[in-house]
């Protein structure tokens, strides 16, 4: 079975300072794992993704992930906060021939 | 640019109503989803469907039926609304087979039912 947890519901972070959202994942196969972004009563929108090439990933608006095996993690970090980037974020598990799995969403507030 | 559009952003409509959401994507995606999502429920799946015609239920089916006549359009009913089905809808769509491409989610309707 897979699962993924997301290990804070809230972060919050000043503008200019790195951003740090924690995931980690259970599954009993290799996985493909996933960012997404939710502004405000938008869609989700990707972020970025793993998929069994490089562990380290970069995505859209200077976001990056590191799939760590090991730790089961798949944390996302971004060096510099901008005001902007205030949205909820959803880490993703996805296995073929299985469920996707989406994470209860982590809400990252920044301030000025 | 790829798109998966959702007909209304924005809905209010009365308990017992039959209430249509619908979503069309220009991808050429087979697979499309409904899903709902809840303060701290997190987004639930509905309904899925494969390819035309197909549909599968997803964890919370119960109160909703879907269509699926056109590749590029797959529609959630709800046959009679009830305020418990107040809620952000979200349509998506993925290519058949490639998991690793992820979704492309549509902006979302927000459903109230008074």
């Known amino acids: 079975a897979q699962s993924v947890t997301q290990l804070d519901s809230h972060v919050s972070v000043s503008e200019g300072t790195p951003v740090l959202l924690r995931c980690n994942y259970s599954s009993s196969y290799s996985p493909s794992l996933f960012w997404y972004v939710q502004h405000p009563n938008k869609g989700l929108q990707l972020l970025l993704k793993?998929?069994?090439?490089?562990?380290l990933v970069k995505g859209i608006n200077g976001f990056e992930a590191e799939f760590k095996k090991s730790e089961t993690s798949f944390h996302l970090t971004k060096p510099s906060a901008h005001m902007s980037d205030a949205a909820e974020y959803f880490c993703v598990v996805s296995v073929r021939g299985f469920k996707t799995i989406f994470g209860a969403g982590t809400r990252l507030f920044v301030k000025a | 640019d790829v798109k998966v559009t959702q007909s209304s952003r924005y809905l209010v409509k009365r308990t017992g109503e039959k209430v249509f959401l619908e979503c069309v994507q220009d991808m050429d995606h087979e697979n499309m989803f409904w899903y709902r999502q809840d303060p701290g429920l997190g987004l639930r799946l509905i309904y899925f469907?494969?390819?035309?015609?197909?549909?599968e239920k997803g964890d919370i089916p119960e109160g909703y039926s879907v269509s699926r006549e056109k590749k590029e359009r797959f529609s959630l009913i709800l046959e009679s609304a009830s305020t418990n089905q107040t809620s952000m809808y979200l349509c998506?769509?993925?290519?058949?087979?490639?998991?690793?491409?992820?979704?492309?989610f549509g902006s979302g309707t927000r459903l109230t039912v008074v």
């Open positions: 998506a769509s993925r290519l058949r087979g490639r998991l690793n491409y992820g979704y492309t």
């Open positions: 469907s494969y390819d035309v015609k197909m549909k």
């Open positions: 793993y998929t069994s090439a490089a562990t």
